[in-house]
C-alpha cells in the first residue's frame, strides 16, 4: 500500500512539474524576446546597416542551432514540405519583420514599438479566418477593433509619442505585427507533420539568412561584424543569442503546451519590452501609451477568450 500511494504521489508530482515548466519556459521566452527592441536600438545607433543587421543574427543564431540540431541528430530536413516551411516562416517571421523593427528602431521610443507584439494575436485569428481556419466569432472581431483603438490612441494624439513625426513610423511599423500573423495562419495551416524544435527553428533561421544575402548587397548594406564597431556588434551578438534562445523556445513550447497556450507570450513579452526600455534607456511612456497598452491588452484577452471558447 505504502508503495502505491509513493508512486501515485511521485505520479502527481511528475504530472505537475509537466504543467509547470511550459510556463516558465514562457516567461523565459517573453524576458528575453522582449529585450530585442532596445538591443535594436543599439545597433542601429552604433551604425550597423538594418538588413546586414537581420542577415547577420539569422545566420549566426541559425549556425548555433545547426550545431545543437548535429549534435542531437536533429538536422533540418529537405523534404519539400519541409523547406516551404522554412522558407516561408523564415521570410515572414524574421527577414522582413526583423529588417522593419531594425529601420524603424532608432525613430521610435523601444517601449511604444513593443506595443505592436500585442496585435500579432487578433491578426493572426483575422488571417485564419479569411483562410476558412477559424469561425467568425463576433467577440473575435470587438477584439480587433478595440486592439486597433489602441494603436489610434498611440498616434492620434499629439502627446502620446515624444514627437509627433513619429506616428508615420509608429503605422509603418504596424506591417511587423501583419507579418508575424501571416506566418502564424501559415503555419497553422502548413505546417509540417511533428519534428523536433530544434530542427524547425534552425531550418527557418537559415532560410532567413539565405534570402537576406542578396538583399543585403543589393541594397549596399554589406557589412562583417568584426569586433571593431563596439557597441553595433554587441547588439549584433546579442540579437543573435536572443534569436536562438527565442525560435527554439517558440517550438519547444508549442509542442508541449499548444499555440493558444503560448497566445500568452504576447502579454508578457510587451511588458518585458517596456521594462526593459525603462531600465535601459530610461523611458517613461505617457499616459497614452499605457491607455493604448490597456486597449492592446483587452482586444488580446477578447480574441483568446474567443478562440479557447470555440475550442472547449
Known sequence: MGSYVSDLRSYGESHDLKRFVPLIMLIATAVIFGAIFSVNRFAIAGGVPPIAYAFWQSLGAGLALLFLALFTKSLPRLDLIY????????????????????????????????????????????????????????????????????????????????????????????????????????????????????????????????????????????????????????????????????????FEIVRRAGSVFFSQFNYLAVLAGIAWAMLIFAERPSVYIWGALALLFLGLALVNRGIKKRRA
Do not use: H
Not at 534552425?202 to 569586433?227: E, K, N, R
Open 83 to 250: 523547406l516551404r516551411t522554412y522558407i516561408v516562416s523564415g521570410v515572414l517571421g524574421i527577414a522582413f519583420p526583423i529588417s522593419l523593427l531594425s529601420i524603424v528602431a532608432a525613430k521610435l521610443p523601444a517601449s511604444a514599438l513593443t506595443l505592436v507584439l500585442a496585435l500579432s494575436p487578433p491578426l493572426t485569428y483575422l488571417f485564419a479566418l479569411l483562410l476558412g481556419m477559424e469561425r467568425f466569432r463576433i467577440v473575435c472581431i470587438i477584439g480587433i477593433l478595440v486592439g486597433l483603438a489602441g494603436v489610434v490612441l498611440m498616434v492620434v494624439p499629439e502627446a502620446s509619442l515624444p514627437e509627433p513625426e513619429m506616428a508615420g513610423w509608429l503605422l509603418l511599423s504596424l506591417l511587423a505585427p501583419v507579418s508575424f500573423a501571416m506566418v502564424n495562419a501559415f503555419a497553422g495551416k502548413f505546417r509540417p507533420p511533428e519534428a523536433p524544435s530544434v530542427m524547425l527553428a534552425c531550418g527557418l533561421l537559415l532560410a532567413s539568412a539565405v534570402f537576406l544575402l542578396p538583399v543585403m548587397f543589393a541594397t549596399g548594406q554589406a557589412y562583417i561584424p568584426l569586433g571593431e564597431n563596439g557597441i553595433g556588434d554587441w547588439a549584433v551578438l546579442m540579437a543573435v543569442a536572443i534569436n536562438a534562445a527565442f525560435w527554439l523556445l517558440f
